[in-house]
């Protein structure tokens, strides 16, 4: 069984900040890359940011380079994202994914067949 839970989602106005959680219990998350995803009202589901089995790789959208910081604490099979300046078009609800292999190939982080497990999502609003 693989449990992926994620966390810390909320509301905040516009230039605030929020750090949402995304926890796996059990040996699968030390040995797979990871990844957040996002998916706004009407919008398709997208990719936010992902991090390599070890932390030493990480990618991120251009729509939230400099504003976001993805990373993970294997001790606490916990990985996290850190959002600063938040934007309203931020807003969504945003799903942790974990990944088929340790790190993707080519350098695809964005293909979401390539995650294995996915979790429920947790929402991010961001007021104007």
């Known amino acids: 069984q693989v449990q992926v839970i994620e966390s810390g989602g909320g509301s905040v106005q516009a230039g605030g900040s929020l750090r949402v959680s995304c926890t796996v219990p059990?040996?699968?998350?030390?040995?797979?890359?990871m990844a957040w995803f996002r998916q706004a009202p009407g919008k398709e589901r997208e990719f936010v940011a992902g991090?390599?089995?070890?932390?030493?790789?990480?990618d991120y959208a251009d729509s939230v380079k400099g504003r976001f910081t993805i990373s993970r604490d294997n001790a606490k099979n916990t990985m996290y994202l850190q959002m600063n300046s938040l934007k309203p078009e931020d807003t969504a609800v945003f799903y942790c994914?974990?990944?088929?292999?340790?790190?993707?190939?080519?350098?695809?982080?964005?293909?979401?067949?390539?995650?294995?497990?996915w979790g429920q999502g947790t929402q991010v609003t961001v007021s104007p």
């Open positions: 991090i390599s089995w070890s932390g030493g790789s990480t």
């Open positions: 994914a974990v990944h088929k292999n340790v790190i993707p190939y080519y350098e695809i982080w964005d293909r979401q067949d390539d995650y294995e497990y």
């Open positions: 059990g040996r699968t998350f030390r040995s797979r890359a």
